[in-house]
């Protein structure tokens, strides 16, 4: 069955920077987009990264855009999200989703980002 593990949260002082992973199996990884979510304490989930199969495209949402960049290893069943210059507002569950005839997603990684 299709799992994804995220993993690379934790504590960080504002500026710093996080590589966030997502592990995925149970499906063909190459042929699907993946995107990345986060969801802040009573806020509701939302989207921060997508990347197509081949990775030949990419987006992201305004708040993050020129500070993450999302990538993928397709040989390693791997999408990565490096996140630099990160704020408290960037504080979140960071997610990652896949649509495989349905919506799939991981656990969760925190990401706490104070000084």
């Known amino acids: 069955q299709v799992q994804l593990v995220e993993s690379g949260g934790g504590l960080v002082q504002p500026g710093g920077s996080l590589r966030l992973s997502c592990a995925a199996s149970?499906?063909?990884?190459?042929?699907?987009?993946v995107n990345w979510y986060r969801q802040a304490p009573g806020k509701s989930r939302e989207f921060v990264a997508y990347?197509?199969?081949?990775?030949?495209?990419?987006n992201y949402a305004a708040s993050v855009k020129g500070r993450f960049t999302i990538s993928r290893d397709n040989a390693k069943n791997t999408v990565f999200l490096q996140m630099n210059s990160l704020q408290p507002e960037d504080t979140a569950v960071y997610f990652c989703?896949?649509?495989?005839?349905?919506?799939?997603w991981g656990q969760g990684t925190q990401v706490t980002i104070s000084s």
């Open positions: 989703n896949v649509y495989v005839a349905r919506n799939y």
């Open positions: 990347i197509s199969g081949t990775a030949a495209n990419t």
């Open positions: 149970g499906f063909t990884f190459r042929s699907f987009a």
